[in-house]
């Protein structure tokens, strides 16, 4: 079979989310071919593309796309047969390699359901998605680290913080995402999406079945919260986005969900602080505040994106908390004492 070098490697390295760099299922680590399809699965996502290289087996992935990227070729194209449950692979003509490959597959192959069940994905999906992928616990196995899609809402939470966007039409059902799942997905371009008993399945850009896992836990109803009022504070946005790029080496050493900047507001003055193994932070803005002395954490990445679209927010001192409002989002973050 003469085929596309440079095509194949695109494929495969669509698949890799689906990959688990450590075998903890079985060929979890592994490309597999079947039908006229490569696919990868590690339990909480599988993937899977049409392919020219048609067999059926599986080979290992890390292995076979390294070689891939390094193996010679004749204008492009490389040359696979699958014989002896191998695969032979000739580049040009100085350069041979045998694969091996097993010819069982024995992870799951996930079902995709019928064309006429798949629905047009929100225009405004996946920058929902983003958002809420901000505002969760990533120490937490529970839904506090899952992205919840709640028919129009898109909302996440991790007990401190409730973010919510309304993309404005209807995802059918109610199902949660877990985060480090979500944060794979919005990497693609997403067009069409079906959901079935355990899986939401997304049509994507490269003929890409995107599956996810889901799960099916109630998410907390935050409407009261989403509806409280209070006083509307101006902020001084473009001091505030300098000020937070300057401290970036402090936020935080973990991924960015568990980056963090403290954030103090008096009657006259802004406070801004951050810590990290490398240090600490502080920098001082003169503002003006009618309301007492309070005190917030914030991401500070998903902070900047909210000050480029507004500068107000509103403080509910009863209540505890601090409201951002956009004209699709509401992000509320409890006050620290």
């Not at 392919?51 to 059926?56: A, E, M, N, V, Y």
């Not at 997304?202 to 836990?217: E, W, Y």
């Not at 919260?225 to 902020?235: K, V």
């Amino acid at each position: 079979m003469l085929i596309n070098k440079k095509e194949l490697i695109k494929s495969l390295e669509a698949l890799r989310p689906g990959l688990s760099s450590q075998e903890y299922i079985y060929q979890s680590n592994t490309f597999c071919f079947h039908d006229g399809y490569v696919f990868t699965y590690n339990d909480s996502i599988s993937l899977k593309v049409q392919t020219d290289l048609i067999f059926t087996g599986s080979v290992l992935a890390k292995e076979f796309l390294t070689f891939l990227k390094k193996c010679k070729t004749n204008e492009g194209i490389i040359d696979i047969e699958f014989q002896n449950d191998q695969l032979f692979v000739q580049g040009d003509k100085t350069s041979k390699a045998w694969i091996n490959v097993n010819p069982d597959i024995e992870i799951p192959v996930i079902e995709e359901p019928d064309p006429e069940f798949f629905e047009n994905v929100p225009d405004n999906f996946t920058i929902a998605v983003g958002l809420a992928l901000f505002n969760i616990d990533p120490n937490n196995s529970s839904l506090f680290n899952c992205v919840a899609i709640k028919e129009n809402l898109v909302q996440s939470t991790d007990k401190h913080r409730v973010f919510t966007y309304d993309l404005s039409s209807d995802m059918f059902n109610s199902f949660l995402i877990q985060a480090n799942v979500a944060k794979q997905l919005i990497k693609y371009k997403l067009f069409k999406y079906c959901l079935s008993e355990k899986w939401v399945h997304f049509k994507c850009d490269g003929g890409v079945l995107f599956s996810c896992r889901i799960f099916t836990q109630s998410f907390p109803d935050f409407t009261q919260i989403f509806e409280s009022g209070g006083r509307n504070i101006a902020l001084p946005s473009e001091e505030m986005i300098e000020t937070l790029k300057r401290s970036d080496s402090f936020w935080g050493d973990g991924e960015y969900q568990e980056e963090k900047v403290t954030i103090k507001i008096e009657p006259s003055l802004m406070t801004i602080r951050s810590s990290a193994s490398f240090g600490k932070f502080t920098e001082e803005i003169p503002m003006k505040n009618k309301d007492n002395t309070f005190t917030f954490e914030i991401n500070p990445k998903f902070l900047i994106d909210v000050l480029h679209l507004t500068n107000k927010c509103k403080v509910n001192l009863e209540k505890n908390i601090l409201i951002f409002r956009g004209e699709f989002w509401q992000h509320v973050i409890s006050l620290s004492e």
